[in-house]
């Protein structure tokens, strides 16, 4: 069930950003919100659950981004397994590099489509600007603590029980029964 949740919310942060946060496609103040929920996911779900989650939401952002198909999806990866690495090799407290993380893992990652972007595009000139990429990477790690707290929220409701029995009271004996 969380899997649905987080593919439903991947999929509103990504209308959301190419609906509201893109007035037009090369606009300056456009935070890859999508990104926020590839790195909560390297750091929270395991490789299975991610996997599920983030292929769809590539092809969703493959078809509505109209770029080389299976950038995206190729982005999402990249981002996931770049912080899953390097999650997993440090020995200090997650608080302390998260969210920094997940702003240089983003120009880290941006930077290597660009790349791939030139080469298969050649036709056309992909520009690239520090200065632009660093206002975005900030825009990355403004929206990513609130962010977290959201799906630190939605995975604590969904891996509740449907029926909660901790809080019937289930009593071992006759209540009607006389204690001696």
Do not use: H
């Amino acid at each position: 069930m969380l899997v649905v949740y987080y593919i439903l919310i991947g999929v509103f942060l990504v209308l959301f950003q190419t609906t509201v946060f893109m007035p037009t496609p090369v606009w300056l103040f456009a935070p890859d919100l999508y990104y926020i929920l590839v790195a909560y996911l390297a750091y929270r779900l395991d490789l299975l659950r991610s996997l599920f989650v983030l292929l769809p939401l590539g092809c969703v952002l493959d078809v509505l981004s109209g770029t080389v198909v299976g950038m995206y999806s190729f982005l999402c990866l990249c981002g996931y397994f770049s912080i899953r690495a390097v999650v997993d090799r440090l020995p200090v407290n997650e608080s302390l590099y998260q969210i920094p993380l997940v702003g240089m893992s983003f120009l880290a990652v941006s930077w290597c489509v660009f790349f791939l972007l030139r080469f298969f595009e050649t036709g056309e000139q992909v520009v690239w600007s520090w200065w632009q990429m660093l206002v975005r990477a900030a825009l990355v790690v403004a929206f990513t603590y609130p962010l977290f707290l959201g799906f630190e929220m939605v995975k604590k409701n969904a891996q509740r029980s449907i029926v909660p029995w901790n809080r019937l009271r289930l009593r071992p004996d006759n209540r009607r029964r006389r204690r001696a």
